[in-house]
C-alpha cells in the first residue's frame, strides 16, 4: 500500500508540473546519500536530489522537474568534463553549480538554488539570473 501511495504522489507531482508547462515553482528539498545505484529506490521522489557515493560523492541523480520523467545525471567526480558540485545550506536545502542543461527532447535548462528551481529562457543558454 505504501508503494502504491508513494507512486500516486510521484504521478501527481509530475502531472502538475506538465500543467505548468515545465515551469512549476518546483522545490528539491533535501539531499539522500546513497553508497551505489543498488541503494536507489525503484522511482526516485521527484523533490530530492540523489548523491551516489558513501566518501567519494561520484553521481547525482534526480528526477527531471519538467515532470516529464526523465532521470538528471550529473557527473560529480570526473575532472576530465563538465563535473557538477552539489552543496547543502543550513536549512538542508540542496544547490547545484553550475547549471543543469538537459539537451534531449524536451530541453531542460535550469539553475538548483537553495532548493529552488530557476528555468532559462527557453533554446538559449542564459547567464545565471540575478538574486
Given at each position: 500500500?505504501k508503494?502504491?501511495?508513494?507512486?500516486?504522489?510521484?504521478?501527481?507531482?509530475?502531472?502538475y508540473?506538465r500543467?505548468?508547462?515545465?515551469?512549476?515553482k518546483?522545490r528539491?528539498i533535501?539531499?539522500?546519500?546513497?553508497?551505489?545505484?543498488?541503494?536507489?529506490?525503484?522511482?526516485?521522489?521527484?523533490?530530492?536530489?540523489?548523491?551516489l557515493?558513501?566518501?567519494?560523492?561520484k553521481?547525482?541523480?534526480?528526477?527531471?522537474?519538467?515532470?516529464?520523467?526523465?532521470?538528471?545525471?550529473?557527473?560529480?567526480?570526473?575532472?576530465?568534463?563538465?563535473?557538477?558540485?552539489?552543496?547543502?545550506?543550513?536549512?538542508?536545502q540542496?544547490?547545484?553549480h553550475?547549471?543543469?542543461?538537459?539537451?534531449?527532447q524536451?530541453?531542460c535548462?535550469?539553475?538548483?538554488r537553495?532548493?529552488?528551481?530557476?528555468?532559462?529562457p527557453?533554446?538559449?543558454?542564459?547567464?545565471?539570473?540575478?538574486r
Amino acid at each position: 500500500m505504501k508503494r502504491v501511495l508513494a507512486n500516486a504522489r510521484i504521478g501527481v507531482i509530475r502531472a502538475y508540473r506538465r500543467a505548468r508547462n515545465g515551469h512549476a515553482k518546483s522545490r528539491i528539498i533535501r539531499v539522500i546519500i546513497v553508497g551505489d545505484r543498488s541503494g536507489l529506490p525503484e522511482r526516485l521522489d521527484p523533490r530530492c536530489v540523489y548523491v551516489l557515493g558513501a566518501t567519494t560523492h561520484k553521481w547525482a541523480l534526480l528526477d527531471c522537474p519538467c515532470g516529464r520523467g526523465h532521470t538528471i545525471e550529473l557527473n560529480l567526480a570526473n575532472p576530465a568534463r563538465t563535473r557538477w558540485k552539489v552543496t547543502i545550506n543550513n536549512a538542508g536545502q540542496p544547490s547545484v553549480h553550475p547549471s543543469i542543461d538537459y539537451r534531449g527532447q524536451p530541453r531542460c535548462h535550469y539553475w538548483l538554488r537553495d532548493g529552488r528551481i530557476r528555468w532559462a529562457p527557453n533554446g538559449r543558454s542564459a547567464a545565471e539570473p540575478q538574486r
